[in-house]
């Protein structure tokens, strides 16, 4: 199972605007929630499935993050949801300003991906925050990045992409739970509600 989910524009095509980038990422993800081959819904879910809540987007959780790149880092295990910890290592650190306070993020690559060519590039953002549990799913959200995010040591962070792992919808799911050290002091407002909205 993939947690990715990217939505760009072609060659040739005016960029889209943020509120527009959201809009088609939250259809892709609604998608995929309808679709029996990819969703993490129960069926008895999947059929009255209208759609997952979502937070308004808010264009002050687009934040532009300073990209430090960690080649050192050694493979170590994430603990997951079914306590099957799983092999990452660190690729870096995204370092931000969030409502005028300086915060930091840890970006992860799964060593199993890693294996895989066409999700060699993918890198994974876990993160809990003030809403886990109030508003967000109790157990953390995630953001997906590629290697192209990366750009002149800059990512743009955007928020209104954060989404649950598959085990807020159901068992059977050995989701990363988010290390400490991507814990926020802040309340993150934005992206994929809790499932009980």
Do not use: W
């Not at 199993?112 to 060699?120: D, I, N, R, V």
């Not at 739970?177 to 909205?197: F, K, T, Y």
Request: proline share 8%; net charge positive.
């Amino acid at each position: 199972m993939l947690f990715f989910h990217s939505v760009g524009h072609s060659e040739g095509q005016q960029p889209l605007t943020h509120a527009q980038t959201i809009a088609a990422f939250q259809q892709e993800l609604n998608a995929e929630y309808r679709d029996p081959q990819r969703s993490p819904l129960p069926a008895a879910a999947r059929e009255s499935f209208q759609g997952l809540p979502f937070f308004p987007v808010n264009d002050s959780l687009l934040v532009t993050a300073t990209f430090v790149r960690d080649s050192t880092a050694q493979p170590f295990l994430i603990r997951t949801s079914t306590n099957q910890p799983r092999p990452y290592r660190k690729y870096g650190e995204l370092r931000f300003l969030l409502h005028g306070k300086p915060q930091r993020l840890s970006v992860y690559q799964s060593l199993a991906l890693l294996k895989m060519p066409t999700y060699a590039d993918y890198l994974m953002v876990p993160f809990t925050d003030l809403t886990n549990g109030f508003g967000s799913y109790g157990g953390g959200r995630y953001i997906d990045l590629r290697f192209a995010d990366v750009k002149t040591g800059k990512v743009l962070l955007d928020f209104n992409k954060a989404y649950n792992p598959y085990c807020a919808y159901s068992t059977g799911y050995a989701c990363p739970i988010p290390p400490a050290e991507n814990q926020l002091s802040v309340a993150i407002r934005a992206g994929v509600m809790g499932n009980d909205h």
